[in-house]
């Protein structure tokens, strides 16, 4: 069974940078997983930020970036704003994006 | 701009099959693909399954002989059928646009409905 790990939670200062990461379980994280992010407030529907690594949605804040950093995918916040504050999911996909696994969630704190 | 609405009953017995409805406003259903996605009560996300708008499907290995995804186009929805469910099925379920040519970008999304498995 294919597993998607991501920090169980992380804590940041308002102002300051903090990385999030995706791994997977069958080795290292490449572009041909096509890493999705999202973010989800609580009671609200998941929210898209970065497809395939590294491209932004139209509605994507400029402080978050994707990309891949030492065989996972990374999703970076940089100049960290209290509505940052939310549940952040990857998404990886396999076998030619026949199936999609996403990953366990990070819980960001801005504090 | 896109919108998508999940329709369906919120409470559905043990072994009866859930059923759910996608519509798709402000756009086409055509030449995209459509998803769904749920997510358990205070959990993490899981992708059941896709459905482009031709009718060919994919689904998650771990649903598939319970899961059909179908689509009507006249009509501009996709519908989710998930047969013998038991409470491990409640869920808040999500319906999806998703962009092959995108990288496969989960961009729309609908509120999402929230379904309990309950006699």
């Known amino acids: 069974q294919t597993v998607v790990t991501q920090e169980p939670s992380l804590t940041v200062s308002p102002g300051g940078t903090v990385t999030l990461t995706c791994a997977s379980s069958?080795?290292?994280?490449?572009?041909?997983?096509?890493p999705n992010w999202f973010q989800q407030k609580p009671g609200q529907a998941p929210r898209a930020l970065i497809y395939s690594t590294i491209n932004k949605h139209s509605w994507t804040p400029a402080r978050f970036s994707g990309s891949l950093l030492g065989g996972k995918a990374a999703l970076t916040l940089s100049g960290v704003q209290p509505e940052d504050e939310a549940e952040y999911y990857c998404l990886l996909y396999y076998a030619g994006a026949q199936l999609g696994v996403f990953g366990g969630g990070t819980k960001l704190t801005v504090l | 701009q896109v919108q998508l609405q999940e329709s369906g009953p919120g409470l559905v017995k043990p072994s009866e099959t859930l059923s759910l409805t996608c519509t798709v406003s402000?756009?086409?259903?055509?030449?995209?693909?459509w998803s769904w996605i749920r997510q358990p009560p205070g959990k993490g996300l899981e992708w059941i399954g896709y459905?482009?708008?031709?009718?060919?499907?994919n689904y998650n290995p771990s649903l598939k002989s319970r899961v059909t995804i179908s689509v009507d186009t006249s009509k501009n929805q996709f519908s989710l059928k998930l047969s013998s469910v038991t409470a491990a099925d409640t869920a808040v379920y999500y319906c999806?646009?998703?962009?092959?040519?995108?990288?496969?970008?989960?961009?729309?999304w609908g509120q999402g409905t929230l379904v309990t498995v309950s006699s």
């Open positions: 459905i482009y708008y031709s009718g060919s499907t």
């Open positions: 999806v646009r998703q962009i092959a040519a995108s990288g496969w970008a989960l961009d729309y």
């Open positions: 402000g756009g086409s259903i055509s030449s995209y693909y």
């Open positions: 069958t080795g290292a994280v490449t572009s041909g997983y096509y």
